[in-house]
């Protein structure tokens, strides 16, 4: 039995859900250390030479330059965007305008009598 952190961890209700006020990942996402950081930093270069040399290698496998090519793009520009098809059946509850069946002369009023407040 693990000690107690004092933390409140998730506990999973019946429905799937976190209990209210709990938790499921109390401590967060941990923090990768520095000397990963680091190394990952120093790799950036030869991946990236990498990747160039293999677009341009007559020699390689077709699909080995295309990967290589769409990797290189989609660092450079952005993965491109993807349409989303859907077919949602949803009703929006919209909270009904209060002002919405005064008249023109009625709004005038209103704004006068607002004015005139202010002063």
Do not use: H, W
């Not at 941990?30 to 680091?38: A, H, I, T």
């Not at 790799?43 to 330059?65: E, K, Q």
């Amino acid at each position: 039995m693990l000690p107690d952190s004092g933390l409140k961890t998730g506990s999973v209700t019946n429905r799937g859900q976190f209990q209210k006020g709990v938790s499921g990942n109390p401590g967060g996402r941990r923090r990768q250390p520095e000397e990963v950081k680091e190394m990952l930093k120093e790799a950036t270069v030869p991946a990236l030479r990498l990747l160039v040399s293999t677009v341009n290698n007559p020699r390689a496998r077709l699909a080995l330059r295309i990967r290589a090519a769409e990797t290189i793009l989609d660092r450079a520009l952005g993965k491109p965007a993807q349409p989303i098809e859907a077919d949602i059946n949803a009703m929006a509850i919209v909270a009904k305008d209060p002002y919405s069946e005064l008249t023109v002369e009625e709004l005038r009023n209103l704004a006068r009598l607002a004015g005139e407040k202010e002063c």
